[in-house]
Every structure is written in structure tokens, then in C-alpha cells.
């Protein structure tokens, strides 16, 4: 297996993994992929489009790419050529619409991708997920009152240590989000996450709703 893979990626060998190859390519074609320093063979990226990860084939020559966000997984195309997957991963970093991407590289297949998207199709899924699951049973309660507001729906849900997670932007990690945590039938705790000094804030039942809101909301 070991000679196979050197035979199918003699560069990537010879820079001593698939991260310094990434690296070297687009340095070559004067572009940013966003691989870090320390990456060796696994590579992994994230963007305020998910994250991508590149997967070398064994039976071929291909880098395989994919979009990944918690709970979801699309492969969006495979190349054979390094340099040009380095300029696909570095415009997709760039937020090249994605019509325009299609466009420049002809590798990349996002109708799927794209179509889940503007579908609403993650969000949604997840809440279905979550709501079904026996493990977030403790949960339900609060995911249902969340889910039927018409705005808080649209957020990303997620569980995170018992608490629920509320996340703007499906496909960027750092967009504004919350924390809720169920304290009883009457008051929540909120948290912001991500904002310089924010606590845990105890907030009542008939203002959880609107407070959310407003949080989510702010810039």
C-alpha cells in the first residue's frame, strides 16, 4: 500500500506529507489555502464555509475534497492536480460564490451541496435529529419551545454539555451563537458565546424568547 501511494504522489512524498505539499502548491500559484504550519498527512481546514478536508485516494490519483460541518458531510469533487485543488480551497476561503466556483473549477460539484443549503436543508435536519434522538431526551422541552419561534428555528442547533447551542450561520463556526441551560420550568441560564467577559445570565421564562433574540441578533 505504502508503494502504491508513492507511486500515485511522488510530490506529496517528497515534501513529506500532504500538508507541506499543500503548503508548497499554493505558495506556487501565490494563493492562501489555510492549511496550518503543523499539518502533516491529515489535512483539515476551516472556513467560514464549513470545513474542508482532503482525502488522497488509493486506488488513483485523486485528492478528494470535502465540506464538513457538525453532523453533516458532502463530498464537493476530486482532482488529480495539487496545484490546481490549492486554488480551489483558497478561493473557497475567499467566499467566491459558488456559481463562480463551479465556473473556475470544473472539478468541484456542488449542486447537491448547494442545493442542501438553500433548502434549509442542515438546520432543519439537525433540529429533526436532536428532537428524535433518546439521548438529548433531557433537552426536548427546550428544543421545542426554541424550535417554535419562527426566528430561532432558523439557527443551527446543537448540544453542547446539556446545554443547547444556537448558532447563526449553519456553515461558519465563529458567527454568533448561545448557550441555554434548562434550570427548571421557570428561568434558563444564557450565555453568549464567543463575546469578551459574558457569564452565564439567569433569565425567566416569559423573557427567554426575546432575550434570545436580541442576542443573536446584535453585531
Avoid at 489555502?33 to 488513483?60: C, H, K, M, N
Avoid at 449542486?111 to 438553500?118: I, N, P, Q, R, S
Wanted: charged share 25%; hydrophobic share 45%; with cysteine.
Amino acid at each position: 500500500m505504502e508503494t502504491n501511494r508513492k507511486d500515485l504522489y511522488p510530490d506529496v512524498t517528497a515534501s513529506g506529507g500532504l500538508g507541506p505539499a499543500m503548503r508548497e502548491a499554493a505558495q506556487l500559484r501565490g494563493c492562501d489555502t489555510g492549511v496550518a504550519p503543523w499539518a502533516v498527512d491529515v489535512v483539515v481546514i476551516q472556513t467560514a464555509r464549513g470545513f474542508l478536508s482532503i482525502d488522497p485516494a488509493t486506488e488513483e490519483r485523486l485528492f478528494r475534497l470535502s465540506v464538513r460541518i457538525p453532523g453533516f458531510d458532502w463530498k464537493i469533487g476530486s482532482t488529480g492536480d495539487l496545484g490546481l485543488l490549492a486554488e480551489a480551497v483558497a478561493a473557497w476561503r475567499e467566499g467566491v460564490p459558488f456559481d463562480e466556483l463551479g465556473e473556475r473549477f470544473g472539478f468541484l460539484e456542488l449542486d447537491e451541496f448547494v442545493g442542501a443549503l438553500e433548502r434549509g436543508e442542515p438546520t432543519s435536519s439537525q433540529w429533526t435529529g436532536l428532537l428524535s434522538s433518546d439521548f438529548n431526551r433531557n433537552q426536548w422541552d427546550l428544543l421545542r419551545r426554541l424550535r417554535a419561534d419562527e426566528v430561532l428555528r432558523a439557527m443551527f442547533p446543537a448540544i453542547t454539555h446539556g446545554a443547547v447551542r444556537l448558532r447563526v450561520d449553519v456553515m461558519d463556526g465563529t458567527s454568533r451563537q448561545v448557550l441555554v441551560h434548562e434550570v427548571n420550568g421557570e428561568l434558563y441560564e444564557v450565555m453568549r458565546v464567543g463575546v469578551p467577559g459574558a457569564g452565564w445570565v439567569e433569565v425567566p421564562t416569559g423573557d427567554l424568547i426575546a432575550y434570545l433574540r436580541a442576542a443573536l441578533n446584535e453585531e
